[in-house]
């Protein structure tokens, strides 16, 4: 019996593996509904074309959005905007009133309550991002014993590589050396050996910095359950040390957690390589069964994908009225799908309820990370059904089939007829599907962009050393609904390729900017001359599409690859990152380790720090001196990229370029 039955009271299906709890469309207030306020609303909320025209359908049938609910949320709580309440125990909740000198009831400051809870966000992106790392490495061991037969080695290059890295010997058979790697990788989450294999990717002085500072993380799960007992009221109280430790957590996360994410993922479905696929909600189609893959795990949707393409579907979609199944990505699930399989990707993170709101979808899967948990009630607005998948992430109101490894398959194709059996129950006059998906070049993973320029990076240096190509900059991240959706992903990308800035870009960055049409290789027509010469002799576009959020970690990579060829730290690079439009916990992971690996980021949304002057200047100015890199808070694109090209320039200068 699951928890939800045992709690009762809700009307639950008689299916136990379809059990659902039923759950009310929510209406917007009629005010918002007033149709002359729409496209005023609709302005201020996005910018891309298609989202605009199913937000308007949206706002005028008054189906709530994560707008509305923000609106209703105004004014948010000064306290907690600024980092300065604390729930950590029974004694409080505690607030930092007046000035700062105040203390909560056990005494804590201003500048230990607000660096808790940053290490606490630091720890719960860490945690999602290796957790969603441990299961691909599962499914690789599962895979290598044969217990999960459909799942296969879908790169034997790299997993040949991988093992060569792990000290995993390469001679015995191929699922041998799988397994044999998948429970190295599975041990390092909680290694006493004191440090991680694909650390040791980072260049010489990097890591000799990182050792003399303690920095270097020495196990994944570890530094996250430390940080978590740092946490607890009386166990430390220098913010330094505590926001130390929001580094060396962080730093398991992209050079462990995240990076086995990555590489795991890449030995089971392939490493991605360059292709051509489609964005934004006109990837539906109205003569097709429409399924969205929702989430950041690829376990799950390869296997969907798999399902969507056996002839006894097509059939049962035929013989419900449809041409065939169309798949369509979303957020990172959709980011995996698109760089492998060329699956177009219909939004990010904004645009989830808006693929619903299409009318025109029969089903969304959900893995887990940046699901609204209120979709299913976005759902029952329509003739969708929402299916959960994993026992981490379950919704009310969601339909729950449990997957695993073992069964990803059975339960997927189950997923596929449930959606090909509700295509009847579609209401043509409800549907709206934009008519403008835009195309785009995708897939730079760095073995792909290493093939493209002759099997080395080299020619990338080059370029950057010589100067037609000043720097590179990784945009990634979120969307935010306090930020004008794509505004600041796609303003700050224009702004730095038009100062010969290559762009490389992860998650829902990636898909604004491909939306925008800047992963086209004509959009080496908005690039500054020489960037856009190098694009247009090489055929690619400005701005480079390279996954997902865990595949953060090849952007780390690339910095890594390139240091190592120039001979010096990652800091020394003329690079940077930014998270314009971020949201997640996970992000502040990704900011904090690429601060870590010394990449200095540009957020655009300021963090739950406004009530600690010192840890202020901890992050924007003092870390600078330990790991050489730091953060900018700086909420206008166009001012974040003239920091971003002065930082670059600087950069340069430095290396006597
Ligand atoms: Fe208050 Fe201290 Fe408890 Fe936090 S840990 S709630 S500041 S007593
Ligand atoms: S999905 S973590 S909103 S990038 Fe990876 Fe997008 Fe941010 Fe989720």
């Given at each position: 019996?699951?928890?939800?039955?045992?709690?009762?009271?809700?009307?639950?299906?008689?299916?136990?593996?379809?059990?659902?709890?039923?759950?009310?469309?929510?209406?917007?207030?009629?005010?918002?509904?007033?149709?002359?306020?729409?496209?005023?609303?609709?302005e201020?909320?996005?910018?891309?074309?298609?989202?605009?025209?199913?937000?308007?359908?949206?706002?005028?049938?008054?189906?709530?959005?994560?707008?509305?609910?923000?609106?209703?949320?105004?004014?948010?709580?000064?306290?907690?905007?600024?980092?300065?309440?604390?729930?950590?125990?029974?004694?409080?909740?505690c607030?930092?009133?007046?000035?700062?000198?105040?203390?909560?009831?056990?005494?804590?400051?201003?500048?230990?309550?607000?660096?808790?809870?940053?290490l606490?966000?630091?720890s719960?992106g860490?945690?999602?991002?290796?957790?969603?790392?441990?299961?691909?490495?599962?499914?690789?061991?599962?895979?290598?014993?044969?217990?999960?037969?459909m799942?296969?080695?879908?790169?034997?290059d790299?997993?040949m590589?991988?093992?060569?890295?792990?000290?995993?010997?390469?001679d015995?058979?191929?699922?041998?050396?799988?397994?044999?790697?998948?429970?190295?990788?599975l041990?390092?989450?909680?290694?006493?050996?004191?440090?991680?294999?694909?650390?040791?990717?980072?260049?010489?002085?990097?890591?000799?910095?990182?050792?003399?500072?303690?920095?270097?993380?020495?196990?994944?799960?570890?530094?996250?359950?430390?940080?978590?007992?740092?946490?607890?009221?009386?166990v430390?109280a220098?913010?330094?040390?505590?926001?130390?430790?929001?580094?060396r957590a962080?730093?398991?996360?992209?050079?462990?957690?995240?990076?086995?994410?990555?590489?795991?993922?890449?030995?089971?479905?392939?490493?991605?390589q360059?292709?051509?696929?489609?964005?934004?909600?006109?990837?539906?189609?109205?003569?097709?069964?429409?399924?969205?893959?929702?989430?950041?795990?690829?376990?799950?949707?390869?296997?969907?994908?798999?399902?969507?393409?056996?002839?006894?579907?097509?059939?049962?979609?035929?013989?419900?009225g449809?041409?065939?199944?169309?798949?369509?990505?979303?957020?990172?699930?959709?980011?995996?799908?698109?760089?492998?399989?060329?699956?177009?990707?219909?939004?990010?993170?904004?645009?989830?309820?808006?693929?619903?709101?299409?009318?025109?979808?029969?089903?969304?899967?959900?893995?887990?990370?940046?699901?609204?948990?209120?979709?299913?009630?976005?759902?029952?607005?329509?003739?969708?059904?929402?299916?959960?998948?994993?026992?981490?992430?379950?919704?009310?109101?969601?339909?729950?089939?449990?997957?695993?490894?073992?069964?990803?398959?059975?339960?997927?194709?189950?997923?596929?007829?449930?959606?090909?059996?509700?295509?009847?129950?579609?209401?043509?006059?409800?549907?709206?599907?934009?008519?403008?998906?835009?195309?785009?070049?995708?897939?730079?993973?760095?073995?792909?962009?290493?093939?493209?320029?002759?099997?080395?990076?080299?020619?990338?240096?080059?370029?950057?050393?010589?100067?037609?190509?000043?720097?590179?900059v990784?945009?990634?991240?979120?969307?935010?609904?306090?930020?004008?959706?794509?505004?600041?992903?796609?303003?700050?990308a224009k702004?730095?390729?038009?100062?010969?800035?290559?762009?490389?870009?992860?998650?829902?960055?990636?898909?604004?900017?491909?939306?925008?049409?800047?992963?086209?290789p004509?959009?080496?027509?908005?690039?500054?001359?020489?960037?856009?010469?190098?694009?247009?002799?090489?055929?690619?576009?400005?701005?480079?599409?390279?996954g997902?959020c865990?595949d953060?970690?090849?952007?780390l990579?690339?910095?890594a690859?390139?240091?190592?060829?120039?001979?010096?730290r990652?800091?020394?690079?003329?690079?940077?990152?930014?998270?314009?439009?971020?949201?997640?916990?996970?992000?502040?992971?990704?900011?904090?380790?690429?601060?870590?690996?010394?990449?200095?980021?540009?957020?655009?949304?300021?963090?739950?720090?406004?009530?600690?002057?010192?840890?202020?200047?901890?992050l924007?100015?003092?870390?600078?001196?330990?790991?050489?890199?730091?953060?900018?808070?700086?909420?206008?694109?166009?001012?974040?990229?003239a920091?971003?090209?002065?930082?670059?320039?600087?950069?340069?200068?430095?290396?006597?370029?």
């Amino acid at each position: 019996m699951t928890i939800a039955r045992m709690a009762g009271g809700d009307e639950v299906s008689e299916d136990p593996e379809l059990e659902i709890i039923t759950v009310e469309c929510i209406r917007t207030p009629p005010e918002h509904m007033s149709p002359d306020k729409v496209p005023a609303k609709v302005e201020e909320r996005a910018m891309d074309p298609s989202v605009k025209e199913v937000l308007s359908k949206t706002m005028l049938e008054g189906v709530e959005t994560v707008w509305d609910r923000l609106e209703k949320q105004q004014p948010h709580c000064k306290f907690c905007e600024s980092g300065l309440s604390c729930q950590r125990c029974a004694m409080g909740p505690c607030r930092i009133m007046g000035e700062t000198k105040s203390r909560g009831v056990c005494g804590a400051t201003a500048d230990l309550i607000v660096s808790r809870n940053l290490l606490d966000q630091i720890s719960t992106g860490a945690a999602a991002h290796s957790d969603h790392g441990r299961e691909v490495a599962e499914t690789l061991l599962l895979a290598a014993r044969g217990e999960a037969p459909m799942y296969g080695i879908g790169d034997k290059d790299k997993l040949m590589t991988l093992a060569k890295e792990y000290g995993v010997g390469t001679d015995g058979p191929i699922e041998k050396v799988a397994e044999d790697l998948a429970l190295a990788m599975l041990e390092e989450y909680g290694t006493i050996k004191g440090e991680l294999a694909m650390a040791r990717r980072m260049p010489k002085g990097t890591i000799e910095m990182l050792e003399e500072l303690g920095l270097m993380p020495r196990s994944i799960d570890r530094e996250i359950v430390e940080a978590m007992h740092m946490v607890h009221m009386g166990v430390g109280a220098d913010y330094r040390n505590i926001l130390s430790q929001g580094v060396r957590a962080s730093l398991g996360d992209g050079w462990g957690g995240s990076m086995i994410g990555t590489e795991a993922s890449d030995i089971l479905f392939g490493t991605p390589q360059i292709r051509n696929s489609r964005v934004n909600l006109g990837v539906l189609k109205h003569d097709h069964v429409n399924i969205s893959l929702h989430g950041h795990n690829p376990v799950l949707s390869e296997m969907v994908v798999k399902a969507a393409e056996l002839p006894e579907m097509k059939q049962r979609a035929e013989a419900a009225g449809a041409k065939g199944i169309n798949l369509v990505g979303l957020c990172c699930t959709g980011n995996e799908l698109l760089m492998r399989k060329g699956v177009p990707q219909a939004g990010n993170h904004l645009s989830q309820e808006l693929v619903i709101t299409t009318g025109a979808l029969e089903v969304m899967i959900v893995d887990y990370q940046c699901i609204f948990p209120s979709l299913p009630n976005t759902a029952a607005c329509f003739h969708t059904k929402v299916i959960t998948t994993s026992p981490k992430a379950r919704i009310p109101g969601g339909h729950y089939l449990e997957v695993n490894p073992e069964n990803a398959f059975e339960q997927a194709k189950k997923m596929v007829a449930i959606a090909v059996d509700n295509y009847p129950n579609r209401v043509p006059e409800r549907v709206l599907i934009p008519n403008r998906p835009v195309d785009a070049v995708v897939g730079f993973s760095v073995e792909a962009l290493r093939a493209a320029l002759g099997g080395t990076l080299k020619p990338l240096l080059d370029l950057i050393l010589e100067g037609k190509i000043r720097g590179a900059v990784g945009i990634v991240g979120c969307n935010n609904p306090k930020i004008k959706q794509d505004y600041g992903h796609i303003t700050l990308a224009k702004e730095l390729i038009r100062r010969n800035i290559i762009i490389v870009e992860t998650g829902c960055a990636a898909i604004a900017c491909a939306e925008a049409g800047l992963m086209q290789p004509d959009a080496a027509d908005l690039a500054g001359k020489s960037l856009g010469n190098v694009c247009r002799s090489l055929g690619i576009p400005p701005v480079l599409h390279m996954g997902s959020c865990v595949d953060n970690t090849r952007i780390l990579v690339l910095a890594a690859e390139l240091a190592n060829l120039a001979g010096v730290r990652m800091d020394q690079l003329p690079v940077a990152g930014a998270a314009p439009e971020w949201y997640s916990p996970k992000a502040v992971s990704i900011g904090s380790y690429f601060v870590g690996s010394g990449i200095s980021v540009a957020l655009g949304v300021m963090p739950k720090i406004s009530g600690s002057p010192n840890v202020i200047k901890m992050l924007t100015e003092d870390l600078e001196k330990a790991v050489k890199a730091k953060f900018w808070v700086e909420p206008d694109p166009k001012k974040a990229a003239a920091i971003l090209f002065d930082h670059i320039e600087t950069k340069r200068a430095d290396l006597g370029l």
